[in-house]
Structure formats: structure tokens, C-alpha cells
């Protein structure tokens, strides 16, 4: 019930800036109209009068908060499945959501500082550089000199989202209990991944620290650039990081006029995603336009900048193994090794037959090959391998759900920065090398050298170990012999049972043929009676028993 106000405002939401048009000419149309009914007599002197629905979409997600916000800055990206009017729309969520205005920006830096603002900064913006769904971003100018940006969460966003969060999840529970789809999607399980995220998101402390690791990762690297890390000055609900100059990734227009080699800022940017995801295993989960920025200075060599680094994604051991093993297999257009891969990780049953699988994925990807990027979806493939799996019982893996997200965001940065990038001819050689690279010599000894000090460690408990293995093994020893025992004199205990069943069947026989020899005088109606049944008796108890 607590979550009835929440759901009353979304719908009311809904109705006020009327996205029900969005469905006009669906079979939904109608059922929807009159389920916002009520929500629209309340909205009727409140409603949003933009005749624009692309722009009254934007506006409803604003008013709804950080979660609707990030689902339409998902959906920005993808300019295959929306109208261009419509995605330009929803861009402006990436950086541009209406800043909040009380409390003062000065007052509330320097109470989650715990200092006054002038014995940290000689200069600060009132305006925000940036305005998000979580925070807001402001210029600012350490005492030293270096230049900062200060990033600050929201006042009073944390209670909007755990409402928000405790919604689905109710929604994921009864899609779970109700629905065979729902069950095979894991739609808690996602929720529950979503609500660390997210979460996590609002500790900025989490981001700083991720900001650390990857410009750790990828120092003095020509490709990516992740600015430093003020740590004196960073909060849980604060941080202060190095000012970095460069061009938004989505203006591809100012990139020319700059003269920035398209194609080969593309080409970086899958070597970016596979080197994080593959060699790092820490790869950027949030890459949408907004957090992607282009160091102009050298346009035939440019450089990515990295910023937001709150939703950082990595896997485990399996499922990295799992994902270039397939992408390769898949690549070199190895049908057979997919569905075997799929049958030995458990993704599909077992009893599966491999050569129906096999072909069900033939089917999905070879039109794909060959062709430039600006002619493939993933979005479209992951829908058709998603409704093929689907027959094959294949569920989806919760654990993969920030690299889905990761890949979609990069076929969109991809579309827009050079549509003609062949994408499987960038990623092949990046994988073979990574292969050659895992099957090395230098590589194995490398694993091993990173086992041999835990092995070490080990060794002192090693007599330890082997004398409970051997009491062990006595243990199972001991249990065998008392079976054997036990099996032993239950099969001498059955013999003396049929040796008893045997003598008495012989007493019976010898019975039956005295009463044969009984004198004249006895009755004979009873004598062939008794006569063949105590013959019987003792057949039986000879020959069955």
C-alpha cells in the first residue's frame, strides 16, 4: 500500500501530459484511455498544453524522476527504432534536466564540506556546468589554481528512488508469479541488480573510486582519458574532479569542422569497450552520449574522455570466458561451437538437440555479416535471438544485463559517428589476439604465478589436510566393511529361510503321497483334496521360494 501514492502520481503524470496518444491505433489504446479516465478529470485544469507529444514525453519524464530519466536517455541513442524529432528530444536528457534551485548551491557545498566554500575554492559557479537525473555539476577553481568541476547529488532525490524501486519491484514480482516469460527473464533478480546500481549511484564516493580504478586502467593510454580525483574534498554526496576540455561526442558536426578522423574515433571506441570489458574486466556501463566526450588537439589521432564513471560493470570469470569464446565462434560464423557453448554453460537445457539450436542461430546471424554497421541492428538481433532462445527454454542471465546496456549504448555512438564502421572486422582481430594471449605460454605461467602464493600460504595446513582425508577415507572404509557385514548376514539369514522353506516343502510332498495309500475305508472325496494340496504346498515352497 505504500506504494499507492507513487503509482497515483505516475499515472497522473501519464494522463497530464497525455503519452497515452503515443499508443493511438494499438489495441492498448482504448484499455489505457480508460484506466487514466479518473487521472484525467483530476489533470484537467493542470494539463501540459505543448501540442508537441515528443516534447511532453521529455517533460513527463523529468517530472518522474531519475529512473524514467535514464530509460529515456537509454532510448536517445537508439535513432534506428525512433524518429529523428523524437530522439533529438529525448537527447536533451543526457545533460539537460532542469537544475534544482533552493538550497543555494554556495550553502549546500559548504555544508557537506563541513567548510566554508572560501577555504576550498577562489572561485564557484551558481549556474550549473550540467544537470542530470542524479546531480548537477558546477565550475569551480581550487585555492591552488587547478580548475574542478564540483558534482553534487540532489537534495531529497534518494527517498524518489527507493519508492520508485520498491514499485517495480512489486511489478517484477507479480510478472514472475503470473507470466512463463517473466519467469525465464528474472525480473527480480534484474530489479534487484538495477537497485545496487542505482543506489551506488547516489554514493558519489562509489563513483570517485571508480573514476580511480579506470584512470588507473587506461594511464597513458592515447585512446581514453579519465580526469584525477580530488580526494580531500570528495563526500558521499560530493565530488570534486579535475575540469577536462573537450567536444560532446553527439556533435558530430562541430567534430568535422574540427577535422576528427571519424572512423578512426570509431574504431577506438570498440577497441575502448573490448579492452575494458575482456582485459580489465571493468568496463563503463553508462556510456551514453552525454558522458562521452573528444579531445580535439590531435583530430587525426582523437582521444575519448571518459566522465560519470558511477555505473561501472565487470564479470565473472565464467561469463567473460563465456562471452569471447561465443563472440568469437560467432564471428568466424561457427554455428556448431555456439550451441554447444550454450548447452556447457548451462544457458539452455541439456537434453537441447544441438543441430536444431545450431540452425535456429544460422538463421539469426548470418544475414548480419558483412555488411557496415549503418545496415545491422543489435537491437534488432537481440530481439530475434531473444524470441529464438525463447524456444529453446534459453533464460536470461541477470549478470549480463550492464553489458546489454553497454553494447546498445555502443551500436548508438556507433551509428552516429561513422555508419559505414565494419564492426565484426574491428572486434575479430581484437578477440584472435586476445585468445593467442590467453593460450600463451607467458600467459599460463602468468595464471600460475598468481596461484603459487596462495598455494604457498596453503602449505602449512597441507600434513593437516592430508591426515583428515585419510581419517577420512578410514571413516568410509570402516562404513563399507559394517555394509558388507550387514549385506553378509542378510544373505545367510534368506539361505536358512529357503533351507527351512525346502525341508518343510519336502514333508509336504512326503504327506501328500502317504494319503494315497490310505485304506478303502477313508473318505475319499477328501483324499485327492489333501492329496494335491499339500503337493502344492510343496512345489511351491521347492521351485518359488
Known amino acids: 500500500m505504500s506504494n499507492l501514492p ?14 497515452y496518444e503515443f499508443a493511438e491505433g494499438q489495441s492498448v489504446y482504448l484499455l489505457l484511455r480508460l484506466i487514466l479516465l479518473p487521472f484525467s478529470l483530476i489533470s484537467l485544469f493542470s494539463r501540459s498544453t505543448q501540442s508537441n507529444r515528443n516534447v511532453r514525453l521529455r517533460l513527463a519524464l523529468e517530472a518522474l524522476g531519475p529512473i524514467y530519466i535514464k530509460f529515456g536517455q537509454l532510448l536517445s541513442t537508439r535513432r534506428d527504432f525512433l524518429p529523428p524529432a523524437l530522439a533529438d528530444e529525448l537527447a536533451a536528457l543526457q545533460d539537460k534536466v532542469p537544475p534544482f534551485s533552493e538550497p543555494k548551491i554556495a550553502s549546500l557545498i ?62 517484477a514480482s507479480l510478472l514472475a508469479r503470473t507470466s512463463s516469460l517473466g519467469r525465464r527473464l528474472h525480473p527480480q533478480e534484474v530489479i534487484n541488480d538495477y537497485k545496487v546500481v542505482i543506489l551506488n549511484e547516489l554514493n558519489l564516493l562509489a563513483e570517485a573510486a571508480n573514476t580511480s580504478q579506470l584512470r588507473r586502467n587506461f594511464e597513458n593510454s592515447a585512446n581514453l582519458y579519465v580526469p584525477k580525483v580530488y580526494w580531500d574534498f570528495c563526500r558521499p554526496d560530493l565530488i570534486v574532479l579535475e575540469r577536462i576540455h573537450g567536444m560532446p561526442i553527439s556533435q558530430i558536426e562541430a567534430l568535422l569542422e574540427h577535422q576528427v578522423d571519424l572512423k578512426k574515433l570509431a574504431e577506438r571506441g570498440v577497441e575502448i569497450f573490448f579492452q575494458q ?4 574486466n571493468f568496463f563503463h556501463a553508462d556510456m551514453h552520449p552525454g558522458n562521452i566526450f573528444v579531445a580535439f588537439d590531435e583530430p587525426d ?25 561465443n563472440l568469437l565462434a560467432i564471428f568466424q560464423r561457427d554455428y556448431r561451437r555456439v550451441a554447444e557453448l550454450h548447452i556447457s ?108 602464493p596462495e598455494w604457498i600460504d596453503q602449505l602449512p595446513q597441507l600434513p593437516a589436510l592430508i591426515l ?4 577420512q577415507t578410514g571413516e568410509l572404509s570402516a562404513l563399507s566393511n559394517t555394509l558388507e557385514s550387514l549385506r553378509q548376514q542378510q544373505e545367510k539369514e534368506l539361505a536358512e529361510k529357503h533351507a527351512r522353506d525346502r525341508l518343510v516343502g ?15 475305508g477313508a473318505s475319499i472325496s477328501s483324499v485327492p483334496i489333501t492329496t494335491l494340496g499339500l503337493a502344492g504346498i510343496g512345489l511351491y515352497l521347492l521351485f518359488f521360494r
Open 6 to 19: 507513487r503509482l497515483f502520481r505516475i499515472l497522473s503524470i501519464t494522463a497530464k501530459f497525455r503519452l
Open 110 to 171: 559548504s555544508d557537506r564540506l563541513g567548510l566554508p566554500i572560501t577555504e576550498v575554492f577562489s572561485t564557484l559557479d551558481d549556474q550549473p556546468l550540467a544537470s542530470a537525473s542524479i546531480a548537477q555539476v558546477h565550475c569551480a577553481r581550487l585555492l591552488s589554481g587547478e580548475e574542478v568541476v564540483v558534482k553534487i547529488v540532489r537534495p531529497g532525490i534518494e527517498e524518489t528512488v527507493r519508492a520508485d524501486i520498491r514499485l517495480l519491484a512489486q511489478l
Open 345 to 452: 554453460c548451462g544457458w539452455i537445457p541439456p537434453e537441447t538437440p544441438v543441430h536444431e539450436f545450431e540452425s535456429a542461430i544460422r538463421t539469426v546471424c548470418e544475414p548480419i555479416f558483412e555488411k557496415p554497421l549503418g545496415e545491422i541492428s543489435f537491437g534488432q538481433i537481440l530481439v530475434q535471438l531473444f524470441n529464438t532462445a525463447s524456444r529453446f527454454d534459453m533464460e536470461v542471465q541477470p549478470s549480463l544485463v550492464l553489458l546489454q546496456k553497454t553494447l546498445l549504448n555502443i551500436e548508438g555512438l556507433g551509428r552516429q559517428l561513422y555508419p559505414e564502421l565494419d564492426l565484426w572486422q574491428t572486434a575479430l582481430p581484437y578477440l584472435e589476439r586476445w585468445r593467442a594471449k590467453r593460450l600463451s605460454p607467458i600467459a599460463l605461467l602468468t595464471r600460475l604465478s598468481e596461484q603459487f
Open 277 to 280: 570489458v575482456f582485459d580489465h
Open 301 to 325: 589521432s582523437p582521444q575519448y574522455i571518459a566522465i560519470d564513471c558511477a555505473i561501472m560493470g565487470s564479470l565473472s570469470g565464467d561469463d567473460q570466458e563465456y562471452m569471447a569464446k
Open 506 to 520: 519336502f514333508l509336504a510332498l512326503g504327506l501328500s503321497a502317504l494319503t494315497l495309500l490310505l485304506p478303502a
Open 468 to 471: 583428515r582425508a585419510i581419517n
